[in-house]
């Protein structure tokens, strides 16, 4: 049967570099916001870049949380796609967090680097590699991070990073994948990593 990827449409920015990233490794690719194609896709990648607020915003504008709690097939989130896999978020400043889709029992909190400045972005090292996904990807790999928050270290982790602190790279649960950095702008450690998801059955 053939593969068929959907790049969930949550109305954020970063969709079309993950398009194109698919495009190169000749996966058949579309972006949607539609339910039943998104229910129908035997894989899906949830992106975002910006606020979570926005996005969940989106998402429940787009009547889309119901389906994606309830989806079976392998779904990779990325970067603010990942953060929203997740139970809440302190990224919204207020008294009490934000509720996401709580797809991957961990949370979200501010990274906290001491002297280092934030957002913490640019290329580090992955550690503690423990998923099929990251098949071929040797440890101590370098990928590419845009972020100020992050999920602490847990039992749903399968990859680490330090950047002033140690936090989750990578979170897993079922067939729910969320990973920090963008494999989008990693390189050949990016690229591979979304052919090793468009190979993964759980």
Known sequence: MSQSLVIVDTGCANIASVYFACQRLGIKTEVSDNKQRIKAASRLILPGVGHAQVA??????????????QLQQPVL????GMQLMTSHTAENNQPAPLATLNL?????????????????MGWNQ?????????KG???????????SYAAPLSTATIAQCKYG????????ERNFIGVQFHPEKSARVGLTLLQNFMEYNG
Do not use: R, W
Not at 77 to 80: A, M, V
Not at 139 to 144: P, R, T
Not at 165 to 172: E, G, K, M
């Open 56 to 69: 969940m915003d989106n998402l429940k504008q787009k009547d889309l949380i119901e389906t994606l709690t």
């Open 165 to 172: 602190q140690p936090f989750s790279a990578a979170i897993a």
């Open 137 to 147: 990807i040797a440890a101590q790999s370098y990928v590419y991070f845009v972020h």
């Open 104 to 120: 991957i029992d961990t949370h979200i909190e501010p990274l906290i680097t001491a002297n280092l400045p934030l957002p913490h």
């Open 126 to 134: 992955i550690t503690q590699l423990k998923h099929p996904i990251f």
């Open 77 to 80: 989130g990325i970067c603010l």
